[in-house]
C-alpha cells in the first residue's frame, strides 16, 4: 500500500500460499492466526501493515489482536451461506484501540 507505505495482506492470498481452504470455524481461527503472524512480522520491524479479509467471530476477532478495525458494514449478507450462518457483528463499531 504505496500512500502508507504499508505491508498489504489479503486474506485469500495467504490462503493460497498455504493451500488452506478450511472453512470451519477452525479453519477459521488458523486463518485468523496466520494473518496474526504476518501481521506481527511486519509490525516488529517497524511497519504499517493492512489486512483485509473476513473476520466473522467474535473468536477470531479476538485471535488477530488487529491494534485499529476498520469496520466495513456495507451489505446485509454476504455470498458465502455458511459465513452468513456464524457472523457475530462488533458490539461496538465505533471504538478503536491506540497502536502504541
Given at each position: 500500500?504505496?500512500?502508507?507505505?504499508?505491508?498489504?495482506?489479503?486474506?485469500?492470498?495467504?490462503?493460497?500460499?498455504a493451500n488452506d481452504w478450511d472453512f470451519s470455524i477452525e479453519g477459521r481461527v488458523r486463518q485468523s492466526m496466520r494473518m496474526r503472524t504476518f501481521a506481527d512480522f511486519e509490525k516488529s520491524h517497524?511497519?504499517?501493515?493492512?489486512?483485509?479479509?473476513?473476520?466473522?467471530?467474535?473468536?477470531?476477532?479476538?485471535?488477530?489482536?488487529?491494534?485499529?478495525?476498520?469496520?466495513?458494514?456495507?451489505?446485509?449478507?454476504?455470498?458465502?451461506?455458511?459465513?452468513?450462518?456464524?457472523?457475530?457483528?462488533?458490539?461496538?463499531?465505533?471504538?478503536?484501540?491506540?497502536?502504541?
Open positions: 500500500m504505496p500512500l502508507l507505505n504499508a505491508a498489504w495482506y489479503n486474506a485469500d492470498k495467504l490462503r493460497e500460499m517497524g511497519r504499517f501493515v493492512v489486512c483485509d479479509f473476513v473476520c466473522p467471530t467474535k473468536e477470531t476477532r479476538e485471535k488477530f489482536e488487529p491494534d485499529i478495525v476498520i469496520w466495513m458494514d456495507t451489505i446485509d449478507e454476504g455470498r458465502f451461506e455458511d459465513t452468513n450462518k456464524l457472523f457475530e457483528a462488533p458490539k461496538n463499531r465505533f471504538s478503536y484501540q491506540r497502536m502504541e
